[in-house]
């Protein structure tokens, strides 16, 4: 299917699904690229553009260096129509939401009954459809899953997708994670040659005044276009200031949240718990499994949660919640950041292999400029820089896990927990391991 609108929220954030998305070249001009790429297609009036979440190491007239790649989504319809206002790539969405993720794929059933499948792999868009039936949806989705055990999986369809991380309000959470970088915007005007015919039509009416004019005000805008494009630190100051207000989850909020997930009864008559999270952006549930038991007894054991219902109809599967508060952590100043050397070599690491020698296991991704801003490179170093990275430790037992969550270092921001619940014929605190999912900073100075 073309290119439609699969979502629009009630503040007025349309999604668009399907777009066109090509791998951009290292070198050149991005403006330059979008027009080729414009040419070479029909009907494209706007595109966007995404970034890879981690560089890569690329030769540019033979010298090595760390680059990010991109990739360009184009728009387009068989009328030529623009999109709506305020329109957002969901891909590009749905990637933003997901940057923690190396892979990730969103199968989902839109109001209008089709369903969108995207896949995101290293924060680029791979995969953008919109199809008409969940087959057909199913096909785009299961050789992904297949191939890459690692792929995080989100999907309403829980029955047929039963890894899916969340499955609950999918399109309003990934329309709130919109940000001006995933909107469609026009395909950019080649300025020296809009100028080149404004300077030709203004000599073919002979005025030389009119020329000279002319030719002082490109003058000026290219100079100021130079300047602003030559000084990206006020963007990029300004992009820290909001983002570092919300760079995890509070600990105490964590911590309560462990709390209440300790009072959960692992075997209530009938059921097994099967897993317990809390995550930022879906909330603190349980899923049990059914043995003998029925939903109205479940509910009488534990009536301090709540039995929300599942997606899809399976009379062996509950889902519960409740409600935690997990108040938002601001980054600390940037000048108490350590050096990336000085955490993965000081103290801190010290303590982290520690963890490594109780049995825990630590997954920590190459840091990068954070956070992420549209006319601020990679390569962008200042006194206040920060660089970021993902940071998981893994396989962590359950009476261990408040002292991980409280004891990890504290340039670590924590943005939640899994808890899988092993074999029943084990003990109940050893059969359970954690996951802590979250992201260290460091300068990048």
Same mark, same amino acid.
């Given at each position: 299917m073309a290119n439609s609108v699969v979502y629009k929220s009630p503040q007025g954030v349309h999604l668009v699904g399907g777009l066109d998305w090509a791998l951009q070249p290292f070198t050149g001009s991005v403006d330059g690229h979008l027009r080729e790429g414009a040419s070479s297609r029909s009907s494209v009036s706007h595109a966007v553009v995404a970034t890879a979440a981690t560089a890569e190491e690329v030769k540019v007239k033979g010298k090595a260096r760390q680059a990010r790649r991109t990739s360009a989504g184009f728009y387009s319809t068989v009328s030529a129509t623009k999109p709506p206002k305020d329109a957002h790539s969901l891909a590009a969405a749905f990637a933003a939401w997901t940057r923690e993720h190396g892979r990730a794929l969103l199968n989902v059933q839109v109001p209008d009954g089709t369903f969108a499948v995207v896949v995101v792999d290293n924060g680029l868009p791979v995969l953008d459809k919109v199809v008409k039936t969940s087959e057909d949806a199913r096909e785009l989705s299961l050789p992904w899953i297949k191939e890459h055990s690692d792929i995080s999986v989100f999907s309403d369809d829980i029955e047929t997708y039963p890894r899916s991380l969340a499955w609950e309000n999918l399109l309003p959470q990934i329309a709130g994670a919109t940000r001006p970088n995933t909107a469609l915007k026009k395909i950019p005007v080649d300025t020296a040659k809009v100028m080149l015919i404004a300077i030709l039509a203004l000599g073919a009416l002979g005025g030389y005044w009119y020329y000279k004019k002319a030719e002082a005000e490109k003058a000026r805008q290219l100079a100021l276009a130079a300047q602003r494009a030559a000084d990206p630190i006020p963007k990029y100051l300004n992009a820290l200031a909001v983002a570092q207000q919300n760079a995890g989850v509070d600990r105490l909020a964590l911590r309560d949240s462990l709390v209440a997930a300790m009072r959960i009864p692992l075997t209530p008559e009938g059921w097994v718990v099967k897993r317990i999270s809390c995550m930022?952006?879906?909330?603190?549930?349980?899923? =049990?499994?059914?043995?003998?038991?029925?939903?109205?007894? =479940?509910?009488?054991?534990? @009536?301090?949660?709540?039995?929300?219902?599942? @997606?899809?109809?399976?009379?062996?599967?509950?889902?519960?919640?409740?409600?935690?508060?997990?108040? @938002?952590a601001p980054l600390i100043n940037a000048a108490q950041l350590p050096s990336v050397g000085a955490f993965v070599q000081g103290g801190e690491a010290s303590k982290l292999q520690t963890w490594l020698v109780a049995g825990v296991t630590l997954q920590l991704a190459p840091p990068q400029l954070w956070p992420q801003v549209p006319g601020v490179p990679a390569t962008f170093k200042h006194p206040k820089a920060v660089a970021a990275g993902k940071f998981e430790a893994n396989a962590i037992a359950l009476p261990q896990l408040a002292e991980? =969550?409280?004891?990890? @270092?504290?340039?670590?921001?924590?943005?939640?927990?899994?808890?899988?619940?092993?074999d029943l014929r084990q003990e109940p605190l050893s059969r359970a391991k954690a996951r802590l999912i979250g992201t260290y900073y460091v300068k990048n100075n």
């Open positions: 930022v952006n879906a909330g603190c549930d349980v899923i =049990l499994s059914r043995t003998t038991g029925t939903y109205a007894g =479940l509910k009488a054991a534990i @009536p301090f949660l709540e039995l929300v219902p599942s @997606p899809g109809i399976n009379l062996n599967e509950a889902r519960m919640t409740w409600t935690q508060e997990l108040k @938002p991980a =969550l409280a004891g990890a @270092p504290e340039n670590v921001s924590w943005t939640g927990w899994i808890a899988e619940i092993g």
